[in-house]
């Protein structure tokens, strides 16, 4: 049986359900997911569509242009303003899942970075991590 992972928002109203491995887990040091997250980097895995539940609970949604200019759309929590979940408008076939949803220390370690020029100096990543600067 696939491993299955809950991801909820802070208040757990809103959640979602994923299985087996992710795609890929990555950190964004854009100033869009620094400024959607409140942190200097957004961290997401992402899976399959047909490998992540539909919404469990009230979300609403919100359509942000990152920096590259293409499109998120993301889904929130109306109680706390978490988000659980987000699809790359040009990536309708993947489900990104911010890895604090998860609320699991033990989750897998990013494989890339994107946006490093952006990066706050004083973030260290792992040696083996992939850049797309």
């Known amino acids: 049986m696939s491993e299955m992972r809950t991801a909820s928002c802070t208040c757990g109203q809103l959640s979602l359900t994923t299985r087996g491995d992710p795609v890929r887990v990555g950190v964004c040091h854009c100033l869009a997911c620094q400024r959607r ?19 469990r609970g009230r979300a609403v949604q919100y359509r942000r242009i990152g920096d590259d200019g293409g499109a998120c759309v993301h889904d929130f929590c109306p109680e706390c303003g978490a988000t659980v979940r987000y699809i790359v408008e040009d990536q309708p076939d993947l489900i990104a899942v911010p890895i604090g949803a998860f609320a699991d220390p033990h989750f897998p370690a990013p494989q890339y970075s994107s946006y490093g ?17």
């Open 37 to 55: 997250t409140g942190s200097p980097f957004g961290q997401q895995a992402r899976w399959r569509l047909e490998d992540v539940s539909p919404l």
């Open 117 to 133: 020029v952006r990066r706050h100096a004083w973030v260290v990543l792992p040696l083996d991590i992939e850049h797309w600067d």
